[in-house]
T-cell receptor, first 111, second 113 residues
Framework: GQNIDQPTEMTATEGAIVQINCTYQTSGFNGLFWYQQHAGEAPTFLSYNVLDGLEEKGRFSSFLSRSKGYSYLLLKELQMKDSASYLCAVAMNTGFQKLVFGTGTRLLVSP | NAGVMQNPRHLVRRRGQEARLRCSPMKGHSHVYWYRQLPEEGLKFMVYLQKENIIDESGMPKERFSAEFPKEGPSILRIQQVVRGDSAAYFC???????????FGSGTQLSVL
């Protein structure tokens, strides 16, 4: 079976740094995605990692360790608008975007 | 450039009725996916379509559910004889090629009374 684990909920303060972890056990692997989803809105793409290491993009960074089945999303200089759900998803080896999602981490940023 | 458009945003049906969910992909995208999100669960893959072809429907329930993406017009996800367990958010996504990242619509929230 496919298993993606991430914390259900996290809280942080404006201006702080938060790390959202994701562990996975899947029958295939063709990269790991992070999406952001505000309540009632479309999930929007944040990052994609297929090789081990850190990818940095502005205030957001994502890390992958394939040997450990582990990824994290790092958000720096938190802003109130970062309050959202963060979805971790593994792409299967299908040649197309068949993604297996975790249940998402709800992040609440407080003043 | 408009994003992925789904309608309706909210759909209420009584048990036994039919539900039709529509998805217009982004301009230039010919690859469409449907995902379902049940309460307190992650998004789950249902089906992947290209124009006029179903490529992978391994996530579709065996009965009552069907999907199409005709040569002209939007992709349609059809649920016949809905039951309470079909209540969920249904998200459509599109991409310009099979290997490129997905762009999601805002979803259709289906409620079955």
């Amino acid at each position: 079976g496919q298993n993606i684990d991430q914390p259900t909920e996290m809280t942080a303060t404006e201006g702080a740094i938060v790390q959202i972890n994701c562990t996975y056990q899947t029958s295939g692997f063709n990269g790991l995605f992070w999406y952001q989803q505000h309540a009632g809105e479309a999930p929007t793409f944040l990052s994609y990692n297929v090789l081990d290491g850190l990818e940095e993009k502005g205030r957001f960074s994502s890390f992958l360790s394939r040997s450990k089945g582990y990824s994290y999303l790092l958000l720096k200089e938190l802003q109130m608008k970062d309050s959202a759900s963060y979805l971790c998803a593994v792409a299967m080896n299908t040649g197309f975007q068949k993604l297996v999602f975790g249940t998402g981490t709800r992040l609440l940023v407080s003043p | 450039n408009a994003g992925v458009m789904q309608n309706p945003r909210h759909l209420v049906r009584r048990r036994g009725q039919e539900a039709r969910l529509r998805c217009s992909p982004m301009k230039g995208h010919s690859h469409v996916y449907w995902y379902r999100q049940l309460p307190e669960e992650g998004l789950k893959f249902m089906v992947y379509l290209q124009k006029e072809n179903i490529i992978d429907e391994s996530g579709m329930p065996k009965e009552r559910f069907s999907a199409e993406f005709p040569k002209e017009g939007p992709s349609i996800l059809r649920i016949q004889q809905v039951v309470r367990g079909d209540s969920a958010a249904y998200f459509c996504a599109s991409s310009p090629s099979p290997s490129e990242k997905l762009f999601f619509g805002s979803g259709t929230q289906l409620s079955v009374l």
